[in-house]
């Protein structure tokens, strides 16, 4: 319970900032983005959701793509919705008048005017000759398919990886997250998030739940 009054908390004061959210699920971006033929994952609670099969509660969806292709989703979206370049707490518009993101904009958000609800929260991945890099370590460069998996025509983020991601924020939400994930990975992907969760903080307080236990299958 206490979980979801925190949520419910942080999701007030986000909204009273910066508007009302009513985002796309996984099965409505797969259709939006039917045609763009560039890559695009699922990051965050959707893609833990698909890995675990235990639905939780979304506020948003985090929808990445290489920032190399901006120029390609925006030419797809069109006139559809109104795309704004996020980061920083700073929004601009990108539109014809301001063609590329703000400097400090690692994202872009997706509605259709002013008075209307944030649809979709798109992440700009950089890429290193077309391959993916991480966005917490830099020195992570992987194949797309090597760090992704597919269910029902969606690539998702690997699990270890979007734990790697949550563990800066320590929400309840994402220890909620790792309680779901965690006994579903195997001992590779176990060792991984272990590692790179110590090489950031060594006295993490996840740590210690991240040596408890054997894989466990679903």
């Known amino acids: 319970m206490r979980v979801n009054q925190h949520i419910d908390e942080e999701e007030r004061a986000f909204r009273r900032l910066y508007g009302d959210w009513q985002p796309m699920d996984p099965e409505a971006a797969k259709a939006f983005l039917e045609g763009y033929d560039r890559p695009w994952w699922v990051v965050g609670g959707h893609a833990i959701e698909a890995f675990t099969g235990r639905s939780r509660r979304h506020?948003?969806?985090?929808?990445?793509?290489?920032?190399?292709?901006?120029?390609?989703?925006?030419?797809?979206?069109?006139?559809?919705?109104?795309?704004?370049?996020?980061?920083?707490?700073?929004?601009?518009?990108?539109?014809?008048?301001?063609?590329?993101?703000?400097?400090?904009?690692?994202?872009?958000?997706?509605?259709?005017?002013?008075?209307?609800?944030?649809?979709?929260?798109?992440?700009?991945?950089?890429?290193?000759?077309?391959?993916?890099?991480?966005?917490?370590?830099?020195?992570?460069?992987?194949?797309?398919?090597?760090?992704?998996?597919?269910?029902?025509?969606i690539r998702y983020l690997d699990p270890e990886i979007v734990l790697h991601h949550k563990a800066r924020l320590d929400r309840p939400k994402d220890r909620a997250d790792l309680d779901a994930a965690w006994p579903l990975l195997d001992a590779d992907k176990r060792r991984w998030l272990r590692d790179a969760v110590h090489r950031e903080r060594p006295d993490h307080p996840w740590l210690e739940m991240l040596s408890e236990g054997p894989p466990r299958r679903p």
């Open 59 to 153: 506020e948003d969806i985090d929808l990445v793509i290489f920032r190399r292709d901006l120029a390609a989703f925006r030419r797809h979206v069109g006139d559809r919705f109104h795309i704004w370049s996020v980061g920083s707490g700073m929004l601009r518009p990108l539109n014809d008048d301001f063609p590329e993101p703000h400097p400090e904009a690692g994202q872009v958000w997706l509605r259709e005017h002013a008075q209307a609800p944030w649809v979709m929260d798109g992440i700009l991945n950089d890429d290193l000759g077309g391959r993916w890099v991480s966005r917490r370590d830099p020195e992570h460069v992987a194949d797309l398919g090597d760090v992704t998996f597919v269910r029902e025509g």
